[in-house]
């Protein structure tokens, strides 16, 4: 019997390329943070430290520990410094990045629906923003409002996708086993990778991200819109009785 229904955001619970959204991610940050360091300078060196998170394999730093370590290093500015500058970009500007996303009205009810069936709820974006950032996205598309048992961010994830260390994470923070879960997203690389830990997949093909270009091996694949349907074929039975 499924239990857990962890949910990718990007791409599946809204609907945003990527490549764009990252591309104006950069320039409106650069733009907040011109007075002490350049906008080349500031891509360079969170990318480069992006990219560090993403490999990290040491399970005692969270990935804002990560994230901070590398990227202080290299652009040799105070952390006292750039952090509330980097926080009021996320108070204040971030939102102006919603112009680039669509909300996918079937999102909210596919996760209501999910919410209403007994599934306990996880919202695992690869969790390389602050929950600032993180939160605002599910806001926009209307999948913030729920009970979540866990949304990965920075702060609180030691691993990223697609590193399987991440799903087991996940397991370990909302105490469940791989077969009680099930992992819902678009991306290829990044979603299906649960299925190395133990954890069944569901493929949303609607903005499928297939970048290596690998064979599909999921164990469900629809739309979005397929999604209630087969929800209540797994919905958990008589729980908590």
Not at 79 to 108: G, M, N, Q, V, W
Not at 169 to 178: F, H, M, S, W
Not at 193 to 218: H, M, P, W
Request: glycine share 4%; charged share 25%.
């Amino acid at each position: 019997m499924f239990k857990v229904l962890l949910f990718d955001l990007d791409g599946t619970l809204i609907e945003v390329d990527m490549r764009i959204f990252v591309k104006e991610y950069f320039q409106k940050l650069g733009l907040h943070l011109s007075p002490v360091i350049s906008p080349q300078e500031l891509k360079e060196h969170l990318g480069y430290a992006t990219h560090q998170m993403i490999l990290n394999q040491d399970p005692a730093k969270t990935n804002k520990e990560v994230f901070w370590e590398v990227f202080l290093e290299r652009v040799e500015k105070p952390l006292d410094l750039l952090e509330p500058l980097i926080d009021k970009f996320y108070r204040h500007k971030f939102k102006e990045l919603k112009a680039f996303t669509s909300c996918k009205p079937e999102a909210r009810k596919v996760v209501g629906m999910a919410a209403s069936l007994n599934f306990d709820l996880v919202l695992a974006t690869n969790p390389v923003f602050p929950s600032s950032a993180i939160y605002q996205r599910m806001n926009w598309g209307g999948v913030d409002s729920f009970d979540y048992k866990l949304v990965t961010t920075y702060e609180n994830m030691h691993f990223c996708k697609p590193n399987p260390q991440y799903y087991l994470e996940i397991l370990d923070k909302v105490g469940a086993r791989p077969q009680d879960c099930i992992m819902i997203g678009n991306d290829v690389d990044d979603d299906l990778c649960a299925a190395q830990v133990g954890i069944k997949t569901y493929l949303v093909e609607d903005f499928l991200i297939n970048r290596s270009k690998r064979s599909i091996d999921a164990d469900y694949r629809g739309s979005l819109k397929d999604l209630p349907e087969f929800l209540e074929k797994i919905a958990p039975n008589n729980r908590g009785s």
